[in-house]
Nanobody, 115 residues
Framework: QVQLVESGGGLVQAGGSLRLSCAAS????????MGWYRQAPGKQRELVAV???????NYADSVKGRFTISRDNAKNTVYLQMNSLKPEDTAVYYC?????????WGQGLQVTVSA
């Protein structure tokens, strides 16, 4: 069974940085893409960034140039480095992967950016 365990997050002032981590188990980590999503209060969950098994990346327009997704296949871990954080980045952040047509999610991390 695929498991995704997230760490990092917390409270930061605007302009600050945070790094989120997501450790995966239960499947061949290097064979699958990984993604980060977020959900703000009263809003739908949205895609933040994805990274393919080959290392190609894609970002939401709202985070381009500020966030960086990366992966360490030796550690079965995907990261989201978040710089120049804004209050509108406040949300619960979720790690995601899809294996054999099934979506798996992390437990969610609260990220709060104060003005």
């Amino acid at each position: 069974q695929v498991q995704l365990v997230e760490s990092g997050g917390g409270l930061v002032q605007a302009g600050g940085s945070l790094r989120l981590s997501c450790a995966a188990s239960g499947s061949i980590f290097s064979a699958y893409g990984m993604g980060w999503y977020r959900q703000a209060p009263g809003k739908q969950r949205e895609l933040v960034a994805v990274i393919t098994s080959g290392g190609s990346t894609n970002y939401a327009d709202s985070v381009k140039g500020r966030f960086t997704i990366s992966r360490d296949n030796a550690k079965n871990t995907v990261y989201l480095q978040m710089n120049s954080l804004k209050p509108e980045d406040t949300a619960v952040y979720y790690c995601h992967r899809r294996v054999a047509g099934v979506d798996y999610w992390g437990q969610g991390l609260q990220v709060t950016v104060s003005a």
